[in-house]
């Protein structure tokens, strides 16, 4: 996934309500962190210190519980 499908999916967990306050917090977290570098760095920023954790953390229990839904 990359930082600007990352900030896509945050997008729609916003409209949709499926995540919880802290998952919240964590992703605008990252995204300040990462919006403060400049915009070619953005995407390696993403790929070393965050893709990896928020997918175990955030992304994958979430689209899990997505797809239990059916939706």
């Known amino acids: 996934m990359s930082y ?6 945050c997008n ?3 409209y949709d309500g499926c995540w919880s306050l802290k998952q919240a917090r964590f ?3 990252v995204m300040q962190y990462i919006n403060a570098h400049w915009f070619w760095q953005r995407e390696k920023v993403w790929k070393q210190e965050y893709e990896y ?3 175990l953390q955030v992304i994958k229990p ?8 059916g939706e």
């Open 62 to 69: 979430i689209n899990d519980i997505l797809e239990s839904k």
């Open 27 to 29: 992703c605008i977290n």
């Open 53 to 55: 954790l928020t997918y």
């Open 4 to 9: 600007k499908d990352f900030k896509k999916w």
């Open 12 to 14: 729609e967990r916003a």
